[in-house]
């Protein structure tokens, strides 16, 4: 068993920590709707980091989900995201500039 060094709180606590388990996921954030697949290996309830350069909608679904303006708005920057049930991508589309969307999945 691999021994980790966790950091320390001011008050003396160890302090989990979350390290990236696999290669990112890129989505590139446009005018159109856009999707990919979860990155390899996330299952229900693994935790996502998921980061854009550009405010977005972006919505959990298969292989035939598409975002639109009705969905949850993810302002560009960094969010941590538990994965729902049954879902296996991310669809992602712009609210007013391109950008991309990463996600990696967290141990």
């Known amino acids: 068993m691999t021994k980790i060094n966790l950091p320390i709180s ?7 920590v979350l390290s990236f388990s696999a290669a990112p996921t890129k ?7 856009a999707r990919a697949a979860l990155p390899t ?7 996502l980091r998921v980061g854009s350069t550009t405010d977005c909608y972006i919505i959990f679904g298969s292989v035939s989900t598409d975002a639109d303006s009705d969905d949850h708005l993810f302002t560009s920057g960094v969010e941590y995201m538990s994965v729902p ?11 007013a500039a391109d950008g991309v969307l990463t996600m990696s ?3």
């Open 105 to 107: 999945l967290m141990d």
């Open 27 to 33: 989505i590139a954030v446009a005018s159109s709707s």
């Open 41 to 47: 290996g996330t299952a229900s309830g693994d935790v």
């Open 85 to 95: 049930s049954g879902v296996t991508h991310l669809a992602a589309i712009r609210v």
């Open 10 to 16: 001011q008050g003396g606590d160890p302090v989990a």
